[in-house]
């Protein structure tokens, strides 16, 4: 994001996704973008990203996985792993919306022998039959040996979790525990809560099917923040109220969001949290964790208050 800024990214390929509104701050990332001599969306439906683009922008539809993918050996499938860590095969069926769609895999074939004229990796091999990539995989992934066959048996296979068998890759063989002091999180302002943003149940990642939440309850609303009981009472809010957010970065900067609409819920004292990407925008570029470098989505130091003559 900070290359992307300083003009230090030349060219940006996005694989799917939607770049520009599933990260913090859209503006910055939409800044961030615009400085790159190309942008490139690989892409089975339009979305925000598409009109956030470099000097040049090229966007690749590609097949969906819906979608008969046929390559020089036939009708192919690619492997998917779910939450669970199982392993399935994915067989799409339906005609393609065009025949001038070009897999996904194709594609990035396609890219790196135009990239890498004197590369010896045989591109056009490894898309002709996908079998050839998982055989590839198998040997570098510890787990994915013998991935084709296992891949096709009745219900695939679990990716292998050591631990999950009681096998701990350890000295002593065992499971070993460590006691380490954690560190406070509670703010030290009282006024101030803990915010964190999530997705709503008709929700993919920035996809937003509906604005009902059956999770949570919530019906034709996504411009909300849930909040404790008594820390809306702490603030004069009763439910429904508008409210102003303000965010406060780590690095002392402050973002604000008004006109979203304070809903109870049974949520800690000290908490609050609402969907994404609406929120994205209280999150500042220095807004990110120290050790895995991750936007700190569900740590957000903000203050809400009603909205100066927002009633209901």
Known sequence: MKALDEGNVKVFVGMGGNFARATPDPEYTEHGLAQCDLTVQVSTKLNRSHLAHG??????????????????????????EDAMSMVQLSKGTRKPASSNLRSEHA??????????????MR??????????????????????????????????????????????LTDSGKAEFCLSALHDEV??????????TF?????????????????????????????????????GLAEWDRVAIEAISKDGSRRKLDGFRAVEYKIPSGSAAGYMPEMNVLIEPADFSAQSDQPLMKSLRVRIAPLAGGGR
Request: overall charge negative; glycine content about 6%.
């Open 199 to 235: 997705r709503s149940q008709d929700q993919w990642n920035t996809t937003i099917y509906s604005d009902d939440d059956r999770y949570r309850g919530v019906k034709n609303l996504r411009t909300l923040v849930f909040m404790n009981p008594d820390d809306m009472s702490a603030r």
């Open 55 to 80: 000097k040049d922008a090229l966007i690749l539809p590609c097949l969906g996985r819906t979608e008969d993918d046929v390559q020089q050996s036939g009708s192919q499938s690619v492997s998917c």
């Open 187 to 196: 703010p030290a302002e009282s006024d101030v809560l803990v915010l964190q």
């Open 107 to 120: 594609i990035i074939a396609g890219m790196a022998k135009a990239a890498l004229p004197e590369s010896t």
């Open 123 to 168: 591109w056009d091999w490894l898309v002709a039959d996908y079998d050839h990539i998982r055989d590839a995989m198998g040997v570098v992934i510890p787990g994915l040996i013998d991935y084709n066959r296992k891949v096709r048996q009745p219900m695939g296979f679990r990716v292998l979790q050591p631990a999950r068998d009681r096998t701990f």
